[in-house]
């Protein structure tokens, strides 16, 4: 009887101690997953996309340093395919201030911009380099090798480096990030993160693909789905947009007849803090940007590209000062843009070219829309925050900017001009135009229209029916001397011609189909 008491004593303890030790564990076991850095693509993660983010979710506050480096080794071989030496800084920081600008700023730039002609990414420079649209020779950006978020860094590895049908391993020396509790201590390669891409790539012959931010399309970026499709595309291609936020400089030249359709225009946002100070070249005065040269700054740029489709997105420029940062540069003939928000931080919106905006948002700082181009606007959104709506510089070969019943206004107590065009850099602009065609306007000063050429007299500074925004008539009776007032009857033809975009886009009518919301 005593011999089974004392066995059910021992029975019991060992019992409790089990249970005590089962709920040690799992309680230490919560405190290790809660201390966890969840990492994207998962550790053993396959059909992963090459153009993928590397993604860390840490549990709590994190500082990203300057220092050690973040490599990926082919798993098969262990072979370095790509490095991000943190010790290098991301480019030249934007020092500018509201007006008067400090001139300086761009004087002591121009020797820290890469040599573009240095085709190895991984040397050290003054700053981080990446090849965006893929020529050596000229598409040199400076660039965030980690953008941070909350608690959550996104690792962007050089473009195009990592290929389909492969295994890689990461390895981030423990001095890049810092936590609060001391926890990170780096990860060391095959045992801590492991991924396998996907096999084959999307077929060339399908007529859409899709961009998605988490992995669950064909590309992770809009720039790896630009990079795959050829120059020449006799059927249309469509690039769709899943929502997300897409932190990316978009560039890429001599392509056609591709359409960028996001999922819904205010939850695909396609943003960067770049801008003339970050990313500087100066801009050729030829509208055609001639010797292959092109501007840098922009977050989304087009360069001689044809039969473009952006719709139903926002572009941001990312800034905390007002920068020469446009969202979207676009050159090229007979592109369209439907439904967008092209936000800058100074200017929005660079246009070369023919080109038919419609039902979009135009917001800058000031010269909000800039080019050489024949441009019509249908129903738009003019936003200033500061400066001139425009900066039309059209010769006299082409038509200017057309604007048919836009909306031009500011923010705030702000007053300023529809356009101007002053002299610059020793050029000057006698042939700009600008019509504006059953416009309400708010914000604009009585005088209209800002500085022009010395000599105006082929200027056409033209409006017609300018309304406020409750649709009373505009007190035009101030208006600058270069302007010009249309009459309903004795300028009927006119009013009729630019009112048609065929007749502004060198007989070019655009044909909307499936961007039409």
């Known amino acids: 009887m005593m011999v089974q008491t004392h066995s059910r004593k021992a029975y019991r303890m060992l019992t409790l101690l089990a249970m005590y030790l089962f709920i040690s564990s799992n309680a230490l076991a919560q405190e290790n997953r809660g201390r966890e850095v969840l990492r994207s693509p998962l550790h053993k993660a396959k059909e992963v996309n090459p153009d993928t983010r590397l993604i860390l979710t840490f549990p709590s506050k994190f500082m990203l340093k300057n220092a050690g480096t973040i490599r990926i080794y082919d798993a098969a071989n262990d072979e370095l395919v790509d490095m991000l030496d943190m010790s290098i800084p991301p480019g030249p920081r934007n020092t500018r201030t509201l007006p008067p600008y400090d001139s300086f700023v761009y004087t002591f730039v ?118 795959f499709l050829p120059e020449k595309n006799p059927e249309r291609k469509t690039i769709f947009i899943k929502n997300g936020k897409y932190d990316e400089i978009i560039y890429f030249r001599n392509k056609e007849n591709i359409t960028f359709l996001g999922e819904d225009r205010e939850k695909v946002i396609i943003n960067y803090a770049n801008n003339g100070v970050f990313n500087t070249r100066l801009m050729s005065a030829d509208p055609a940007l001639s010797k292959g040269s092109h501007s840098l700054r922009a977050v989304f740029a087009v360069h001689n590209s044809n039969g473009i489709h952006l719709a139903n997105m926002t572009l941001r420029s990312l800034g905390e000062k007002p920068a020469q940062a446009e969202a979207l540069l676009i050159l090229g003939q007979r592109n369209i843009v439907s439904h967008v928000n092209i936000e800058g931080s100074g200017d929005a919106l660079q246009a070369t070219g023919t080109i038919y905006v419609t039902n979009s948002k135009i917001q800058g700082f000031g010269d909000n829309v800039l080019g050489y181009g024949s441009v019509f606007f249908n129903s738009c959104d003019f936003v200033s925050t500061y400066g001139p709506h425009l900066w039309v510089r059209n010769t006299q070969s082409n038509h200017g900017n057309v604007l048919l019943n836009c909306t031009l206004r500011t923010i705030g107590d702000v007053k300023t001009t529809i356009a101007r065009a002053p002299n610059s850099n020793g050029f000057s602009y006698p042939y700009v135009e600008a019509v504006l065609i059953d416009c309400q306007l708010d914000g604009i000063v009585p005088e209209g229209w800002g500085k022009v050429a010395d000599i105006p007299d082929n200027i056409r500074y033209w409006e017609y029916n300018s309304t406020t925004l409750d649709g009373k008539p505009v007190d035009v009776s101030r208006r600058h001397p270069a302007s010009r007032q249309l009459d309903k009857e004795k300028d009927a033809e006119l009013i009729k011609n630019y009112s048609n975009p065929a007749y502004i886009l060198d007989g070019w009518l655009p044909d909307l189909g499936d961007l039409k919301f």
């Open 110 to 227: 121009g020797d820290k911009v890469y040599t573009v002609k240095e085709p190895d990414t991984n040397s050290k420079h003054v700053y981080q380099k990446n090849y965006i649209g893929g020529n050596l020779e000229t598409d040199a950006f400076h660039f965030y090798p980690v953008i941070v978020r909350g608690n959550t860094a996104i690792i962007c590895p050089h473009n195009n480096k990592l290929k389909y049908n492969k295994t890689y391993y990461v390895q981030i020396d423990a001095d890049v990030f810092s936590v609060d509790n001391g926890s990170f201590n780096g990860f060391k390669g095959k045992k801590d993160w492991l991924f396998s891409t996907k096999k084959l790539a999307p077929s060339f012959t399908s007529g859409s693909y899709t961009v998605s931010a988490d992995g669950k399309g064909d590309f992770n970026t809009v720039q790896g789905a630009v990079d």
